[in-house]
């Protein structure tokens, strides 16, 4: 499968971005951050690469998922190239009756097999994960 991405400069240091979905994205690393930079745009893609992954498995293990909320907090090398070197991703999921063994297969199968942003990452990075179950009515 081939993806086209293209950025075009708009001023300073901030660009419009599309893929091949025709979707477009300020990407932004000027000092009035009128959008994400492009790290941000890395991170936020880990992010919905696992949520994505996660919610998945858990609607296949016919979990009652009402929300869910991935975080992506991270730590970069201080000299170029400054790729990320940790990074804590946290899951929040809001359901009735989600089983906690199925939250940690979902995220460990996540991790471990399907989201190709975090095999990527993890060649330069550490990645932990952590969650929390929130019972809902």
């Known amino acids: 499968m081939s993806i086209l991405a293209k950025v075009t400069w708009v001023e300073d ?28 745009l890395v991170l936020i893609g880990l992010a919905g690469c696992t949520a994505y992954d996660v919610m998945n498995i858990l609607e296949k293990k016919r979990q009652v998922v009402t929300g869910l909320e991935v975080t992506a907090r991270a730590e970069r090398a201080d000299e170029p190239p400054r790729v990320y070197t940790r990074i804590d991703v946290e899951y929040i999921v809001r359901g009735r009756g989600v089983k906690q063994k199925a939250v940690e297969d979902a995220i460990r199968l996540s991790k471990q097999k399907y989201c190709s942003a975090s095999v990527m990452l993890e060649k330069t990075a550490e990645i932990t994960t952590s969650y929390r ?3 809902q009515d």
Do not use: N, Y
């Open 13 to 40: 240091r901030r660009f419009m971005g599309s893929a091949s979905s025709g979707h477009a994205i300020v990407v932004d690393a000027s000092t009035q951050k009128q959008g994400s930079s492009p790290m941000e």
């Open 133 to 135: 179950i929130v019972e």
